[in-house]
């Protein structure tokens, strides 16, 4: 009998401290075979991470492993000491973080970098190490030479991605962890990324774990797919069966959150918000949105799609009025609105609202829930204390909130109640106009699925138009009757949304819409492969 | 209320020690068995019932004159500490979130104002103008003040980037507003922190100055100025000049203690 090269058996986290909180890891088993990757799935909170650094024999300051064994080739880590277990990192299990950023020394050059524990593990001389990380370069799709001469922050974020892969294939462990590495990067990156870690992985014939949680990306990597809630395993089965035959209900939750029902409601005629010619930038530099019109009608929502920095939230600030436009006009109702918001009166303030993407900065830790769903109500309509007490347990109910909330601050809610709070405050002004810069991005997939279903019912309740920022193009089918594309801060592609995100593709709508992980239909039939392409 | 029953004992002594401070300063005249200036003996006269610290130079009693220093010090530090942190802190935050000119003169003043060696700026400053106690109260204040607002502008510029301030730009909230009740109660922490500190630093200034004649002028008397008069006494066994000594540094590890403690509580609590 072959022992498998990772076996966690009945593992159990605790986080010290407070005896009555909930584990963080509960009796989770799971093995990793020599060159096969297992993908390990669940949304924040679900113990993915402690799983991931268990298996480096490593446990976070603050939490202790109580019961369970992490077995590496046979080895019992935790039964060996701490030196011989950090000998082992690095050089036989390795780890990818999320940010590579904070994982590299900006004082140094990449190469010098990389190769560090090929010099110090293998005992390679400098140029056979050199030589293995300018393959493994090309291998993931860098440009080696140039690449490897640089400094950290001389690359962006998916080159530094790819870099710290290779650092970590470099003294060719036999397990890498995987922890989230492509999250941080937008969807074109993040696909190129991926493509070039299966590929190196393949070519070292290395196991790894991924964790992520993003289903479809996941599908696409590993061969075995483990479900984790809550610290406690759901379900763990190959691949393709977890994604055609899902055998709980967590897991077909999950599968279907992916794929959003379109409920598109229809162009009003009213024109609400316009804009025209809209060219702007910050103080110095040149203009990051250029020559941009578009019109949102009354009711109606506008999906505004690009990759990061090319544009979207800049031209969210010049409609709000913080971001003052070079050139271009901004129309209201057919009339014109002052380029800046100090020059803006109360009524126009009140009709543009803004939900921005993280709850956690966007309501004042400082502040009870009924201040800050109350304070528009205090500055628009002039109500009185048990006047606003009323409307702020109303709209909370709106909003899907218990009104006994009100006391609570942000910090004793939840990420998705958060966001309702913030949509609330939103609503409470009676906008016309909504600004939602990802507002579901920062949230789970569950979560972010019913917050969206929120906001779509309350604006089509309320018929207000909606300038909707996202890189997500799921979303974009199921919310938004039109749909503009924008890349260095120029509109691509405009048009309804059926039409814009259907073939004949231009290069960079094509390139969006096929970077988009899908996931096969849950189906009972087995015989579905795994596909790509949306479009 | 659990966090009562967890308090620990540093924090508790702290307290005691703060308390006590706070009554001999708030008590000085029902506590002090003599009036500053009244001689009760003979000069250098040693520790006795009557005068339990001994007497000074003119026979003045020294545990009257060590209490009613001690009203003098942490009064006038309280006080200039108190001015340093409304006019540092009202101009930091206003420069942080106006920016442009006005945050570009005041932050190259302040620049101006810390370059200078504290002590050496205070004294030129000392020897032109009287050496009342509300020009060393507004010196004193002057030159805390620069650290009051390079702290609290950071913590403006830092908090008016978030998006809780940005949507009350939005909503069309006042200034004022905005300071006190979107950004202050953010950074009310580090700046009570560093009062704390700066209200011990300010402890030090005032009996360093004091000790070179240049603070407190008679007839009042503070701990620096005691340390300067008897110092001579030690040769003659009082060891009252040491007393003031002990007493800023039992102050100083109480005040920081406490505040440490109140700071992380905060930052913990959540």
């Given at each position: ?535 | ?56 130079m003119i026979g003045r009693d020294l545990l009257s004159r060590f209490i009613w220093g001690a009203r003098v010090t942490i009064l006038t530090a309280a006080a200039a500490t108190l001015l340093a942190c409304l006019l540092g802190a009202s101009f930091g935050i206003l420069a942080g979130l106006r920016r442009g000119w006005p945050d570009m003169v005041l932050s190259r003043f302040v620049d101006l104002v810390m370059a200078a060696p504290t002590l050496i700026l205070a004294m030129v400053l000392l020897t032109i103008l009287p050496r009342s106690l509300a020009f060393i109260v507004a010196i004193m204040a002057l030159i805390e003040a620069t650290r009051f607002y390079r702290l609290a502008r950071l913590i403006a510029v830092d908090t008016a980037a978030l998006d809780f301030v940005e949507s009350a730009y939005l909503r069309g909230e006042k200034t004022l507003w905005i300071i006190f009740r979107e950004i202050l109660p953010n950074g009310i922490m580090p700046i009570l922190a560093e009062f704390g500190l700066r209200f011990i630093f300010t ?68």
């Amino acid at each position: 009998m072959t022992t498998s090269l990772l076996e966690i058996r009945n593992l159990t986290v605790r986080a010290h401290g407070n005896p009555a909180a909930p584990l963080l890891v509960s009796d989770v088993s799971l093995r990793v075979e020599r060159g096969t990757v297992l993908g390990l799935i669940g949304e924040s909170g679900a113990g993915k991470s402690t799983i991931g650094l268990a298996a480096l024999g490593y446990a976070r300051a603050g939490t202790s492993i109580t019961s369970g064994s992490v077995r590496f080739d046979g080895i019992d880590l935790f039964q060996e000491s701490e030196s011989y277990r950090r000998a082992l990192r690095g050089q036989r299990i390795a780890y990818v973080a999320q940010s590579a950023t904070a994982s590299f020394n900006p004082a140094f050059r990449l190469l010098d970098q990389i190769i560090e524990s090929s010099l110090r593990v293998n005992r390679l001389d400098r140029g056979a190490a050199q030589e293995r990380a300018l393959t493994l370069l090309d291998v993931m799709g860098l440009d080696a030479r140039t690449i490897a001469m640089r400094f950290p922050h001389e690359v962006s974020g998916g080159q530094l991605q790819r870099a710290m892969t290779v650092m970590a294939l470099c003294a060719r462990p036999d397990l890498i962890i995987f922890d989230e590495p492509t999250t941080a990067l937008d969807v074109t990156t993040q696909q190129d990324v991926l493509k070039a870690i299966q590929h190196a992985i393949e070519l070292q014939s290395t196991a790894a774990i991924y964790i992520s949680h993003d289903l479809a990306l996941v599908s696409q990597v590993a061969d075995r797919i483990h479900v984790l809630r809550h610290g406690c395993t759901v379900e763990e089965a190959p691949t393709i069966d977890l994604v055609t035959r899902p055998s709980t209900p967590y897991t077909r939750a999950l599968l279907e959150a992916g794929v959003h029902e379109t409920t598109v409601g229809h162009r009003d005629a009213h024109v609400a918000l316009e804009l025209q010619g809209i060219t702007a930038g910050y103080q110095t530099g040149s203009a990051i949105v250029r020559d941009v019109s578009l019109a949102i009608g009354r009711g109606e929502t506008l999906a505004l799609v690009g990759e990061s920095g090319s544009g979207k939230s800049t031209l969210g600030r010049v409609v709000n009025g913080l971001l003052r436009p070079r050139t271009g006009r901004i129309l209201f109702d057919g009339r014109e609105l002052a380029p800046s918001i100090h020059n803006r009166p109360l009524a126009d303030r009140r009709a543009i609202q803004t939900v921005h993407q993280t709850p956690d900065t966007s309501l004042n830790p400082r502040h009870r829930i009924e201040e800050i769903v109350g304070r528009p109500l205090a500055i628009y309509e002039n109500l009185g204390r048990q006047q606003r007490k009323d409307r702020v347990g109303a709209l909370l109910e709106q909003v899907e909130l218990s009104p006994s909330l009100a006391r609570r601050f942000p910090a004793e809610l939840s990420g998705g109640q958060k966001q309702r709070v913030a949509i609330a405050r939103a609503i409470a002004a009676r906008p016309q106009i909504l600004i939602c810069d990802e507002p579901t991005s920062a949230l789970d997939t569950l979560v972010a699925r019913d917050v969206l279903a929120l906001l779509m019912r309350l604006q089509a309740e309320n018929s207000i138009g909606c300038l909707f920022i996202t890189h997500d193009l799921n979303i974009v089918r199921s919310i938004a009757s039109r749909t503009a594309v924008l890349r260095h801060g120029q509109i691509v592609r405009a048009g309804y949304t059926s039409e814009v995100l259907a073939p004949p593709f231009d290069d960079y709508t094509g390139k969006l819409v096929a970077a988009v992980p899908t996931l096969p239909r849950v189906d009972p039939e087995p015989a579905l492969t795994l596909k790509w392409n949306a479009g | 209320m659990t966090r009562m029953f967890k308090l620990p004992v540093s924090v508790m002594l702290s307290g005691v020690a703060i308390a006590l401070f706070i009554a001999v300063t708030a008590l000085a005249p029902v506590l002090a068995p003599y009036g500053v200036n009244e001689i009760v003996g003979i000069s250098w006269d040693p520790p006795s019932l009557s005068s339990p610290l001994g007497t000074d130079m003119i026979g003045r009693d020294l545990l009257s004159r060590f209490i009613w220093g001690a009203r003098v010090t942490i009064l006038t530090a309280a006080a200039a500490t108190l001015l340093a942190c409304l006019l540092g802190a009202s101009f930091g935050i206003l420069a942080g979130l106006r920016r442009g000119w006005p945050d570009m003169v005041l932050s190259r003043f302040v620049d101006l104002v810390m370059a200078a060696p504290t002590l050496i700026l205070a004294m030129v400053l000392l020897t032109i103008l009287p050496r009342s106690l509300a020009f060393i109260v507004a010196i004193m204040a002057l030159i805390e003040a620069t650290r009051f607002y390079r702290l609290a502008r950071l913590i403006a510029v830092d908090t008016a980037a978030l998006d809780f301030v940005e949507s009350a730009y939005l909503r069309g909230e006042k200034t004022l507003w905005i300071i006190f009740r979107e950004i202050l109660p953010n950074g009310i922490m580090p700046i009570l922190a560093e009062f704390g500190l700066r209200f011990i630093f300010t402890v030090l200034f005032l009996s360093t100055l004091s000790f070179l004649g240049l603070g407190v002028q008679p007839p009042l008397t503070d701990w620096g100025s005691l340390i300067k008069e008897n110092k001579d006494g030690l040769l003659f066994g009082i060891t009252a000049a040491l007393l003031p000594g002990v007493a800023i540094a039992v102050l100083a590890v109480a005040v920081t203690t406490m505040v440490d403690w109140i700071t992380a509580g905060e930052n913990g609590g959540q």
